[in-house]
């Protein structure tokens, strides 16, 4: 190979090495600093969710009617839609659009009982009127409009709803337009009765089912109760169901309207859906609180613990005597006889000083008043000291203290547990299996309390069938959601919304607009080298060669190429002389059997000799050129042709060519 491209090899070789070592760094820096992005983006992330549904110490203020008109200009739909009134699709037992004249609803003329007669009154105000944002053209709802007043407002249902063998599902909207703070938003399907006259409803109007939004102070909830009758004495319980396991907190703070739903079925199962997604279910006989069948064992009320009924697991020990030395009388604390008082204590200076600033008041009145005195305050010549006053030596531990004597406690052999009373059978004890047929319902009501005004409510319906309602909420809420949604601000505006509140977002949103900018170059700008890459492996990096430089390595080379020979050679005289080894031997074997031919009979014995002196000589050079590293392969010949002893002409010439051949 010539030297060029030995040397074009090498420097490719230490190339590549070199990049393959520079790849795996970049690759190591590029997988940090796309770990770093993740976490980062992750954490604004986070902190938007958070701000959405964590908002809730926000007070909502009271605003005027002009800046009302503003944000419902501001806030109305940039998406433009054609609202139509949603229409049933199947058998309905109500349905309400508010989108006309509010007929068939009735508002309570009576009053709130056990309350103040001030605020007794059902004189909370209702309006019909569109959303104050996300507005749908043509789409109204009822609002309740008062604040800290009782408001109830009812309509009779197109047909009653009989609890037979459909189910019962009931669907309505809400919007906390302005949050909530206190107050409710849930409904009251009420009982039929031949007595129901829905001007005098009030708090205590039967109801049999009552489901909806609750929230005051910090609790959420969303109210799931049915007034269950007792079957023996035909009085009226009510079982609320479980708390749902999801966080409500979103649905009452972030202005949107959200659609609730109840399902009742007859197989005595529950469920409780906002926005169409499942929050709770259950069981209307394992789920509700308290139980809707009573427990078949109740303790016995007459049933006394004994007087000598002991429940004491541990006693004093009656055998334990207090010890003599034991000594009650020990102070818990001494004083410390070792202690000196600091130098530079002021005994005859107060801790407490009047205030040499202070000035009576001029309305000060002694007679009513007394004598006035000048506020105390701290002495200022005891701030440099280390104390003024009387000192006094300091507490410290008494080590004789033991305190007041007890006897140890030890297991109580007369130990009975704890006593309990008997059990015998609940006299109140029924099974209802079927708590789902309940009372029949024929009214639906808006029975409210609230400290917050703008509670928004549309698109009631009462029905049987899962598909209707889906319809109806498709017509009718699934129109609201498509419009907040188109009106959602951008991902900018709720970055810089949250770095308002936060500021120190602001430092996430800078590392993560650098971090494309870091990455970018990271790949694609050519790698530059330091030091710590030249001196990682000098003497593989290739550096311009001069003409000095160049003659070296030709000279390196051509050695290289020599001892490369060199090795060669000695390999190939190694094989020759072997082969001649070889040779010798036949040629010794053809010259006994010659030299016997040739020979008359009375040179035999001295030829013999010599033939032997002649093996040993030849096993003697075998051995030496086994040794030996040299090449030999000529000299070793002849010295085998003077060793041989014969001055025979044939016998020479036939050996001679015999070498010259192999």
């Not at 051509?558 to 094989?575: C, G, P, Q, S, V």
């Not at 096993?619 to 001055?647: L, R, V, Y």
């Amino acid at each position: 190979m010539p030297w060029e491209q030995a040397a074009g090899f090498g420097q490719r070789g230490a190339e590549e090495d070199l990049v393959a070592v520079l790849q795996i760094t970049r690759m190591h820096l590029q997988w940090d600093w796309l770990c770093l992005g993740a976490l980062i983006i992750s954490s604004v992330t986070a902190e938007i969710e958070n701000e959405e549904t964590l908002d809730a110490d926000v007070e909502v203020e009271d605003f005027d009617k002009q800046s009302q008109e503003a944000d419902v200009d501001r806030d109305k739909s940039s998406l433009e839609v054609v609202y139509q009134t949603p229409k049933p699709t199947g058998e309905v037992y109500f349905t309400e659009t508010f989108d006309g004249v509010l007929a068939g609803w009735v508002l309570s003329k009576t009053k709130k009982e056990d309350t103040d007669d001030n605020i007794a009154k059902y004189d909370g105000r209702w309006e019909v009127e569109e959303l104050k944002e996300n507005t749908v053209p043509g789409d109204r709802g009822l609002v309740l409009k008062s604040v800290a007043k009782h408001h109830a407002i009812s309509a009779m249902l197109t047909k009653a709803f009989i609890f037979d063998n459909k189910p019962l599902i009931v669907q309505y909207e809400v919007n906390f337009q302005e949050g909530i703070d206190c107050g409710g938003a849930y409904i009251k399907l009420l009982s039929s009765s031949d007595d129901l006259n829905l001007e005098y409803f009030f708090d205590k109007t039967p109801y049999t089912i009552m489901f909806g939004p609750d929230k005051c102070g910090e609790d959420y909830k969303l109210h799931f109760i049915f007034r269950h009758k007792n079957p023996k004495t035909g009085e009226y319980d009510e079982k609320h169901a479980k708390r749902p396991d999801v966080d409500l907190k979103k649905f009452y703070l972030d202005k949107k309207t959200h659609l609730y739903t109840l399902v009742l079925k007859p197989d005595d199962t529950f469920e409780i859906l906002i926005d169409q997604s499942v929050v709770s279910k259950g069981s209307l006989l394992e789920d509700m609180v308290p139980p809707v069948n009573p427990p078949k064992e109740i303790e016995d009320p007459s049933d006394k613990k004994p007087d000598d009924w002991d429940e004491r697991p541990k006693i004093p020990d009656p055998n334990a005597v207090k010890p003599d030395d034991w000594d009650e009388d020990e102070p818990s604390k001494i004083e410390d006889s070792d202690a000196v008082k600091p130098e530079g204590w002021l005994d005859d200076e107060p801790q407490y000083v009047p205030d040499p600033n202070a000035k009576k008041p001029k309305d000060w009145d002694e007679e009513m008043d007394g004598e006035w005195e000048a506020p105390q305050i701290p002495n200022p010549k005891c701030e440099t000291a280390p104390g003024c006053g009387h000192w006094v030596r300091p507490m410290k531990n008494n080590p004789n203290y033991k305190g007041k004597w007890k006897a140890p406690m030890i297991d109580n052999p007369n130990y009975q547990g704890i006593w309990s009373p008997r059990k015998i059978p609940n006299p109140d004890y029924f099974e209802d299996l079927h708590p789902f047929e309940m009372t029949t319902v024929s009214a639906v009501g808006l029975e409210l309390w609230s400290m917050t005004s703008d509670i928004y409510f549309d698109n009631f319906i009462i029905c049987s069938e899962k598909e209707v309602a889906d319809r109806w909420a498709a017509d009718g809420w699934g129109l609201k959601k498509l419009v907040a949604s188109a009106n959602e601000p951008g991902m900018f505006s709720q970055l810089v919304t949250a770095a308002e509140d936060h500021p120190w977002l602001w430092v996430l949103y800078i590392l993560t607009l650098a971090l494309p900018v870091g990455l970018g170059v990271l790949f694609c700008w050519p790698a530059k080298k330091t030091d710590e890459d030249i001196d990682f492996k000098k003497t593989d990096i290739s550096k311009p060669i001069t003409k000095g430089e160049l003659k070296q390595e030709r000279e390196e080379l051509e050695d290289d190429e020599i001892e490369l020979e060199e090795k060669e050679n000695e390999d190939t005289a190694e094989d020759e002389r072997r082969e001649m080894e070889e040779t010798k031997r036949e040629l010794i074997k053809d010259t006994k059997k010659m030299g016997r031919e040739a020979l008359p009979s009375e040179d035999e014995g001295e030829g013999g000799e010599d033939i032997d002196e002649e093996e040993n000589e030849v096993a003697d050079g075998s051995q030496e050129g086994d040794m030996s590293n040299k090449s030999g392969s000529e000299d070793e010949m002849k010295e085998a042709d003077e060793s041989t002893g014969f001055g025979d002409g044939p016998l020479k010439s036939v050996r001679k060519r015999r070498v010259r051949k192999d």
